[in-house]
């Protein structure tokens, strides 16, 4: 799998924020009213409009990002054209801003999530890139959140709430990331593998603890993940029933 980073080739400037209008550029379709309950909602990451957020997260708490494929962006150029390039023009990645409605129906930015490695031929998806902001953790958010995309990839497009009819999930956590290993296994995911180097912990990112061989052309410590799947039998035996219970609670 290729390793994100911060493109080393910079676009040139009308190019940083994408197209306008914005082409999401998604291999499977957008169900808006799959995506959403009474308080968050997933709306396609529009940088326009949600950029400059997750930039200043970034940069007020780059220790969030220790674990995550994402890298640290220096500047709001940078992230942009990481996105651009890795996110956009990939069809079969695509990134989500999520909502949250507070008490009084308001709604906030309040995090982002990716679907990445999607396949139509093989109807299968990844989950990566999840990041809630500090402000709006706690009370199960992204608890919630993951339930809300597990419904919309797994449900099939006859239920009441239509979905994507995906035959299998994944979900791949730092081995060392504990807090994202009890979120899939809350939800009825299955740990499937340990993939041991399967990253590179390029600089802010921690690593698997161990020395590269001597000789090694990377020179950077690898990451070990460990890979949790839901299948769309494991979805119609328990998944779905435990992701309605996350989502009725509010």
């Known amino acids: ?36 309950n009474n308080s968050l909602a ?38 942009l054209a990481w996105i651009e390039l890795t996110l956009r023009r990939n ?41 809630t902001f500090n402000e709006f953790r706690g009370k199960s958010r992204a608890l919630e959140t993951i339930a809300v995309l597990m419904r919309y990839c797994l449900n099939v497009p006859t239920d009441k709430i239509p979905g994507l009819g995906l035959r299998k999930v994944g979900w791949t956590a730092h081995a060392y990331n504990h807090l994202p290993q009890v979120i899939p296994l809350a939800l009825g995911s299955r740990l499937e593998s340990m993939r041991r180097w399967n990253r590179v912990a390029n600089e802010g990112k921690v690593g698997n603890g161990k020395t590269p ?13 460990l890979f949790f799947v839901m299948c769309w039998d494991d979805w119609e035996a328990d998944g779905r029933r435990a992701a309605e219970a996350v ?4």
């Open 213 to 225: 061989r001597s000789g090694d052309p990377i020179g950077l410590p690898g990451v070990d993940d």
């Open 247 to 250: 989502l009725g609670k509010r």
């Open 91 to 131: 069809p079969f990645y695509v990134a989500y801003t999520v909502l949250y409605a507070d008490d009084a129906g308001y709604w906030a930015v309040g995090g982002v999530i990716a679907l990445i490695e999607c396949s139509v031929e093989t109807l299968t998806a990844e989950i990566g890139m999840g990041l």
């Open 1 to 36: 799998e290729p390793q994100p980073r911060i493109c080393e080739q910079m676009l040139p400037e009308d190019e940083l924020y994408g197209p306008h209008p914005y082409d999401v550029n998604f291999c499977f379709p957008y169900l808006p009213e799959s995506l959403r």
């Open 42 to 79: 997933l709306v396609p990451f529009i940088p326009r409009l949600h950029a400059e957020k997750l930039f200043q997260h970034a940069r007020q708490h780059p220790e969030d990002f220790r674990y995550m494929r994402f890298p640290i962006p220096k500047t709001i150029q940078d992230m």
